[in-house]
């Protein structure tokens, strides 16, 4: 009897493995929303990284986040570092190119809880009196985030706190201009 329960556990634990294994080696999580301003004004908020503590669903995780800024204010070289507690990490954001007025690609480096490097991009499109934003993030699955995204997907995880960011964007973007 006991043989019979080793060999099923033997069984059932290849067969996890297997199941984990054949996950996505990369994920994607993407979110769009239609913000009540025009394109420059909403392009300055994500563009000038200092702007994020005014809209970024990170900050209300963690207000007392030690953050630091180097680069210029925006553009290619631009980023900041911190470093928070349990829900935000440590890391280190650093804007790789911009396109005024559409487009945003950041290189996302996460220190803690676990190590990750992944590509965030911004598109901004002219919609009506507004603008389509497209926040997308995309990374590699390692073998533990395999495992981490059968109990809840990254898509669950942290699209609902784009979702979050993209509304506190409109409601910044669409109260008064960026500084």
Known sequence: MVGVALVLLYF??????????????RFVVTRDALITAPPERVFNLIAEL?????????????PKARRSYFGPPGGP???FEWSGNSKVGAGRLTV???RP???IDIKLDFLRPLKASNDVSFRLAPEGAGTRVSWA???RNTLVSKALNLVRSRD????GQFEQGLANLNRLASVAPAA
Do not use: F, H, Y
């Open 12 to 25: 059932g634990l290849a067969l996890l493995a297997a199941v984990i294994i054949m996950q996505p080696d």
């Open 50 to 62: 200092r702007n994020w503590e005014d809209w970024s669903p990170w900050v209300e995780l963690d």
């Open 77 to 79: 070289g631009a980023g």
């Open 96 to 98: 790789a190119a911009s």
């Open 101 to 103: 007025n559409e487009a």
């Open 137 to 139: 993030m995309v990374g």
């Open 156 to 159: 669950k995880t942290i699209g």
